[in-house]
């Protein structure tokens, strides 16, 4: 699995932009207008900047969509590694990624929100979904395990047992905004999924 670019620190054209700031701008105008609808004089008109000045920093507009995916699926992908190393049960393995993979939501979300949206449309968007498919294969496996090892309720397929657990985390994009003094969401997500899906002794 490929990691990102780190964003270069070097300032070209305008001062105050870097290949940081200016992937932020373009994230938060495809998030507004869709990636198919923004072009990159729509983003040279946000920045206040020549269209060449942005391509000091990047080669198209597909390249920032990748590094923005990218950046959104490697923090759901460290998570998922980062679970793998947790000692105990299945069960606890999969809460681990639930309550890091709300964390990366809420860390990056115009970035996951960006992801969520992607449909196939191109070379980056297919990518993009077949490493989502990785990681739902992944939240899948470990639901089966969990599964078997009697600690979640066994009737339920484990592919749609992955499929609500994230379809919840998911759907954080479409209300929450962090606000400080908020209750930490991942516990309250870990509550409500955990506490329907653990079977009892």
Same mark, same amino acid.
């Given at each position: 699995?490929?990691?990102?670019?780190?964003?270069?620190?070097?300032?070209?054209?305008?001062?105050?932009?870097?290949?940081?700031? /200016?992937? @932020?701008?373009?994230?938060?105008?495809?998030?507004? $207008?869709?990636?198919?609808? +923004?072009s990159? &004089?729509?983003? *040279?008109?946000?920045l206040?900047?020549?269209?060449?000045?942005?391509?000091?920093?990047?080669?198209?507009?597909?390249?920032?969509?990748?590094?923005?995916?990218?950046?959104?699926?490697?923090?759901?992908?460290?998570?998922?590694?980062?679970?793998?190393?947790?000692?105990?049960?299945?069960?606890?393995?999969?809460?681990?990624?639930?309550?890091?993979?709300?964390?990366v939501? /809420?860390e @990056?979300?115009?970035?996951?929100?960006?992801?969520? $949206?992607?449909?196939?449309? +191109?070379k980056? &968007?297919?990518? *993009?979904?077949?490493?989502?498919?990785?990681?739902?294969?992944?939240?899948?496996?470990?639901?089966?395990?969990?599964?078997?090892?009697?600690?979640?309720?066994?009737?339920?397929?484990?592919?749609?047992?992955?499929?609500?657990?994230?379809?919840?985390?998911?759907?954080?994009?479409?209300?929450?905004?962090?606000?400080?003094?908020?209750?930490?969401?991942?516990?309250?997500?870990?509550?409500?999924?955990?506490?329907?899906?653990?079977?009892?002794?």
């Open positions: 699995m490929s990691t990102a670019p780190q964003a270069r620190t070097t300032r070209r054209g305008r001062p105050g932009y870097d290949l940081e700031s /200016v992937l @932020r701008i373009a994230v938060k105008l495809f998030n507004e $207008r869709g990636y198919d609808g +923004t990159m &004089e729509d983003l *040279a008109r946000r206040g900047i020549t269209k060449s000045a942005i391509y000091h920093h990047v080669p198209s507009k597909q390249e920032l969509l990748r590094l923005a995916v990218d950046r959104a699926l490697d923090g759901l992908f460290a998570v998922a590694e980062e679970a793998k190393a947790v000692d105990g049960r299945a069960v606890e393995q999969l809460e681990f990624l639930v309550r890091g993979s709300v964390g939501l /809420v @990056r979300l115009p970035f996951v929100t960006l992801l969520l $949206r992607v449909r196939g449309n +191109t980056v &968007e297919r990518s *993009a979904l077949a490493r989502r498919r990785e990681f739902d294969r992944i939240v899948a496996e470990l639901v089966a395990r969990a599964e078997t090892e009697g600690d979640i309720r066994p009737d339920v397929d484990p592919a749609v047992t992955a499929r609500l657990l994230f379809g919840m985390v998911n759907s954080l994009i479409e209300w929450y905004r962090p606000r400080k003094g908020d209750t930490d969401i991942a516990d309250v997500v870990a509550k409500i999924a955990f506490d329907g899906i653990r079977l009892r002794s």
